[in-house]
């Protein structure tokens, strides 16, 4: 597959503080990407330099292999729920109209066709039936599917999820799950940020593994290896040895910057 998505060497920092360091890596495009690291490690600083949000103090980013302050329309960003404001007065509908609002230029009002888009994605989440609701009245994971729905509304290239399963409940999750795995059909490329190991491994594609600077990316198979995993999240994770390759779990005995629940026990496959 043709990359839609380029990173070239980039860095940035935070008040003298790295952030990020020489990320280099091309996305395929329609590709299914999670991207896994501890906190700290600068998941949702790239996700914002990929959205336009911040920019890096070197390298840059192609977007369909143009610079991508000429294609951010092409790029849906989702933050992570604490980064919103969930009191602000709108229902459903006007949420995910935002998501029209890069078509439509200034002035203009949405029309038939944006509203015939924004009821397309609601339906799909499950949501068509609360349309007219105030978002603060809905349920965490409810509230993640309706900033999803007005992402896919904006008709992006990229889409970038942060976090999106924190919080939320085992059904929401799985039908977010089982939306993204079909807009590869739809010639959508997606990001997922998460800290969940065994979800990432297996049901995305592509794994990207995260701690200020890029270890390791690629199929599950071939990045889960003990010595990236290590670098990955240090000594905190441990590798024992199995029947089938290596166990993998975060060391239960020391302070985890990422949690024991958020990697439980997972099999991977490869070797000590």
């Known amino acids: 597959?043709?990359?839609?998505?380029?990173?070239?060497?980039?860095?940035?920092?935070?008040?003298?503080?790295?952030?990020?360091?020489?990320?280099?890596?091309?996305?395929?495009?329609?590709?299914?990407?999670?991207?896994?690291?501890?906190?700290?490690?600068?998941?949702?600083?790239?996700?914002?330099?990929?959205?336009?949000?911040?920019?890096?103090?070197?390298?840059?980013?192609?977007?369909?292999?143009?610079?991508?302050?000429?294609?951010?329309?092409?790029?849906?960003?989702?933050?992570?729920?604490?980064?919103?404001?969930?009191?602000?007065?709108v229902t459903l509908m006007d949420v995910v109209l935002m998501g029209r609002y890069g078509r439509l230029g200034w002035l203009r009002r949405p029309g038939r066709t944006d509203r015939a888009v924004a009821r397309h994605?609601?339906?799909?989440?499950?949501?068509?039936?609360?349309?007219?609701?105030?978002?603060?009245?809905?349920?965490?994971?409810?509230?993640?599917?309706?900033?999803?729905?007005r992402a896919l509304a904006q008709e992006p290239d990229i889409l970038l999820l942060d976090e999106p399963f924190a919080g939320v409940d085992v059904p929401t999750q799985e039908a977010v799950l089982s939306l993204l795995a079909n807009l590869g059909d739809q010639n959508i490329t997606v990001l997922v940020s998460t800290h969940d190991l065994p979800m990432a491994t297996s049901r995305f594609a592509y794994l990207m593994l995260l701690n200020r600077r890029l270890i390791a990316?690629?199929?599950?198979?071939?990045?889960?290896?003990?010595?990236?995993?290590?670098?990955?999240?240090?000594?905190?994770?441990?590798?024992?040895?199995?029947?089938?390759?290596?166990m993998a779990m975060v060391d239960h005995c020391c302070p985890c910057p990422v949690g024991a629940e958020a990697i439980s026990p997972a099999r991977t496959r490869g070797s000590r």
């Open 1 to 89: 597959m043709l990359p839609v998505l380029q990173i070239r060497n980039l860095s940035l920092s935070y008040n003298g503080n790295t952030a990020l360091t020489s990320v280099d890596v091309v996305i395929p495009s329609r590709a299914m990407v999670s991207v896994v690291g501890p906190n700290g490690a600068g998941k949702s600083t790239l996700f914002k330099v990929l959205a336009g949000l911040l920019n890096p103090n070197a390298g840059e980013v192609l977007v369909g292999g143009e610079p991508l302050r000429h294609r951010l329309e092409r790029v849906a960003y989702v933050p992570q729920r604490q980064e919103i404001d969930w009191r602000f007065p």
């Open 121 to 149: 994605w609601l339906a799909q989440l499950g949501l068509d039936h609360l349309v007219d609701r105030q978002i603060g009245e809905l349920s965490g994971g409810q509230q993640q599917r309706v900033f999803l729905a």
């Open 217 to 246: 990316f690629g199929p599950p198979a071939e990045v889960l290896t003990p010595s990236a995993l290590s670098a990955t999240f240090g000594e905190k994770m441990l590798i024992y040895p199995g029947e089938e390759g290596f």
